[in-house]
């Protein structure tokens, strides 16, 4: 399993099948499949957070009674 890490120094390719110690080998790719378990869970997270997002601009799009008129915008209005 060939892996890329990138940080300050730039990218670095690992192939972890190439790790010569059992436990430190078996700990790396418990560690990869943490790491992309996560990376689904993000995923998942933001598309479910922009949905609920766009559900909810679409509920109050007629909603008249709920917009919030602003302060400044009210004494504008007030004084013409």
């Given at each position: 399993m060939i892996i890329t890490i990138k940080n300050k120094e730039g990218e670095t390719n690992f192939d972890i099948n190439n790790i010569s110690d059992d436990v430190v080998k078996q700990e790396a790719i418990v560690i990869v499949q943490k790491v992309?378990?996560?990376?689904?869970?993000?995923?998942?997270?933001?598309?479910?957070?922009?949905?609920?997002?766009?559900?909810?601009?679409?509920?109050?799009?007629?909603?008249?009674?709920?917009?919030?008129?602003?302060?400044?915008?009210?004494?504008?209005?007030s004084s013409e």
């Open positions: 992309g378990n996560l990376q689904v869970i993000i995923e998942a997270l933001d598309f479910a957070n922009r949905v609920h997002r766009d559900n909810l601009e679409e509920l109050l799009k007629s909603r008249d009674e709920a917009i919030l008129v602003v302060e400044e915008e009210a004494d504008k209005e």
